[in-house]
């Protein structure tokens, strides 16, 4: 009798929840699209972009962190306003996902009903403030130049079996390491064409790259003094397999980086790469190098 109670008690507990909890309505959002912000100071270069998640609020309430394309239930209805914010995979790591400070949220208002789904095709844009140091390859020369220790000299490309429109406009960075050439160690001279990086020490600062390789490549960062210069190497980009390279998109937080180098006048980014072990060959190419600040 008593195994008959609790039943029906739990029973009834559940019915109470179900009916307390109304059905919810369902926001469906797509994946981000990057526009080109018309008011934007400087030039922010080729739109590419690799933001694959977003904060979720609606009614200033925060819903959740989510990778998107997501389907989302929520319990309210009528009125509502939904914001979407921007969020990357922080130096490239999937559990660290982090609002990009650089570009705008997605905001509308609109309203929700039960049981009914809506469809939402998020875009951002870079705020008109941020500031850039950009090299896309496209000139008659460009601002990465080897050090004397490096065996590999880099040129630029079109082959069109690696080249995306999306991505590239005419022209990429292309370096091949062999047995007899392993090594490539290069930085940029933004100096030299009278644009210097004077980063901004205790604010958001990052360095967005993208890349094709199928070899290793370790991206840092050199603060330069009148007296002297340190080289911080900070991220590795590691290799992709011949049958799957791709174009990726990293965005390489240097925020601690460029705190730490206190006397540093101006910054400028320095690329090291060498043969990985057991390989033969491997190629690396780069593009659309940016500086992002404030």
Same mark, same amino acid.
């Given at each position: ?18 009916k307390?909890?109304?059905? %919810? ?9 990057l526009?080109?912000? %018309? ?18 609020y ?14 989302i %239930?929520?319990? *309210? ?9 921007? =969020? ?18 997605? *905001? ?21 403030s941020?500031?850039f140091n *950009? ?12 050090g004397p ?10 082959? %069109?079996?690696i ?28 100096n ?19 890349y ?31 049958? !799957?390279?791709?174009?990726?998109k ?15 006048d101006?910054? !400028?980014?320095?690329?090291? =790469? ?15 190098i940016?500086?992002v600040?404030?």
């Amino acid at each position: 009798m008593k195994k008959i109670v609790l039943f029906f008690g739990l029973f009834l507990a559940l019915t109470s929840c179900i009916k307390n909890n109304p059905d %919810p309505s369902w926001i469906y959002i797509e994946k981000w699209q990057l526009i080109e912000n %018309p008011d934007l100071i400087g030039i922010a270069g080729v739109p590419t972009h690799n933001i694959t998640n977003a904060w979720v609020y609606v009614n200033g309430e925060t819903i959740g962190v989510f990778e998107l394309p997501v389907k989302i %239930p929520v319990l *309210i209805s009528g009125s509502a306003k939904i914001q979407i914010t921007p =969020a990357i995979l922080n130096n490239g790591i999937s559990a660290t996902k982090k609002i990009y400070p650089f570009l705008e949220p997605f *905001i509308l208002q609109t309203e929700l009903i039960q049981n009914e789904t809506l469809v939402i095709n998020p875009t951002t844009q870079y705020f008109s403030s941020v500031k850039f140091n *950009i090299e896309n390859f496209e000139g008659a020369s460009y601002v990465v130049t080897e050090g004397p220790s490096s065996t590999v000299i880099a040129n630029t490309s079109n082959d %069109p079996l690696i080249l995306d429109p999306s991505i590239n406009e005419l022209k990429f960075l292309r370096l091949d390491l062999s047995t007899s050439n392993d090594r490539w160690i290069a930085s940029t001279e933004f100096n030299l064409s009278s644009i210097n990086m004077p980063l901004p020490k205790g604010k958001e600062v990052y360095l967005e790259l993208d890349y094709y390789n199928t070899n290793q490549v370790t991206s840092g960062l050199i603060g330069i003094s009148s007296t002297n210069q340190t080289n911080n190497p900070n991220v590795r980009l590691n290799p992709q397999n011949d049958n !799957e390279v791709r174009w990726k998109k990293i965005y390489i937080d240097l925020r601690e980086v460029v705190s730490g180098m206190t006397t540093a006048d101006y910054y !400028e980014f320095s690329f090291d =790469a060498l043969l990985d072990d057991g390989a033969s060959s491997g190629f690396i190419c780069l593009d659309n190098i940016k500086a992002v600040y404030f």
